[in-house]
């Protein structure tokens, strides 16, 4: 079963990394329901180059059902607000 998600914001801090990113699921609303999807694969897909990124759900961000993600590689900046699949 697929779902779709959102990257709202790069992960911050005082030591930036790129490769992580929060995400907004669809349909979930709270730590529990999130913290059932760590672990599961992450799709990111560049818009025109039809190039995509991997990654994985790592943990739980915050109360209502955001959650972190880990890419393979670091995601572009104009890839904040699109979507991602979670497989």
């Known amino acids: 079963m697929t779902m ?3 990257i ?3 992960k911050l801090g005082n030591r930036y990394d790129g490769r ?3 995400l907004k699921i669809e349909n ?3 730590y ?3 913290a059932q999807l760590i672990g599961r694969k992450v ?3 560049h818009p025109k180059k039809n190039t995509f990124i991997k990654g994985k759900i ?3 961000h915050g109360k209502r059902g955001k959650a972190l993600a ?3 590689k670091a995601l572009p900046g104009f890839a904040v607000g699109s979507r991602v699949q979670i497989l």
């Open 4 to 6: 779709n998600g959102t």
């Open 8 to 10: 709202t914001n790069f």
């Open 20 to 22: 992580k990113v929060i």
């Open 28 to 30: 979930i609303k709270s």
């Open 32 to 34: 529990r329901e999130a």
């Open 43 to 45: 799709v990111w897909v």
């Open 58 to 60: 790592i943990r739980v």
């Open 70 to 72: 880990f890419f393979r």
